[in-house]
């Protein structure tokens, strides 16, 4: 099966890969030098490193280079402890070259979001020019846990992703890249959130959807024709 157009002009840099599968084990999990500044800008957050999934409804299913997988492991899955597993898949990886490479594999990548515990990411491996490709949150995602994307809801253009669980509605902060992506952060490895944050993302996406749906109480606006996000307004009252 064909999957995701991946920008290789935009990941691409010259580097040797390796092709073969790999485990996650650190002796066999062996990256390559990078050297490239436009990638970098994914996971920059006005000039500060940050690591995190790149939140993208437009990909139909989730994807990840292999260094850009590496870097995460580094930064923050082994120090905490974690385990990356890596198993076969028969994914085809088609770039805008229209050039398909065969999937290096299907992870199960553990995310460090507060308040998620053992949430993981799934995610199919690419490799050569795509290994520093971005990890993307797909559509399918979104459609599992309901999630809606709100744009430019903080004063410096940062928004906000609401998730639903078994738990209720989570809601976290998405920060604006240099590369103009929204990501979510995904290397704290903490249980609950922080009282105080989650407080202030509630706060911001109240005052945002206010804003939004103030004319939602003229007499001419029927229920049916509201937007449907103005439950989770009402839910966040």
């Not at 299907?106 to 993981?120: C, F, M, Q, R, S």
Request: aromatic residues 8%.
């Amino acid at each position: 099966k064909t999957a995701y157009e991946i920008s290789l002009g935009l990941v691409g840099s010259e580097m040797c890969i390796r092709d073969r599968f790999f485990n996650n084990t650190r002796a066999n999990f062996q990256g390559t030098r990078l050297n490239s500044t436009i990638t970098d800008t994914y996971h920059t957050v006005r000039g500060t490193k940050r690591y995190g999934l790149l939140l993208d409804p437009g990909a139909s299913t989730g994807v990840m280079g292999t260094d850009t997988l590496l870097q995460h492991c580094n930064h923050h899955i082994w120090p905490a402890g974690k385990t990356v597993t890596i198993g076969p898949t028969d994914s085809v990886l088609t770039g805008i070259d229209g050039v398909p490479n065969p999937g290096l594999g299907l992870a199960h990548v553990p995310l460090g979001i507060p308040g998620l515990p053992g949430a993981k990411f799934k995610c199919d491996l690419s490799g050569g020019n795509g290994s520093l490709c971005p990890g993307l949150v797909p559509n399918e995602t979104f459609i599992s846990f309901s999630m809606s994307l709100f744009a430019n809801v903080f004063p410096n253009k940062d928004g906000i992703v609401s998730v639903k669980t078994d738990n209720g509605t989570k809601l976290y902060r998405i920060l604006l890249t240099d590369s103009g992506h929204y990501l979510w952060p995904t290397d704290n490895f903490d249980e609950r959130q922080d009282p105080k944050e989650r407080l202030q993302i509630k706060q911001a996406l109240q005052r945002h959807l206010a804003d939004l749906y103030e004319d939602n109480d003229d007499a001419n606006t029927t229920t049916s024709a509201q937007p449907q996000n103005i439950s989770l307004y009402h839910s966040l009252q």
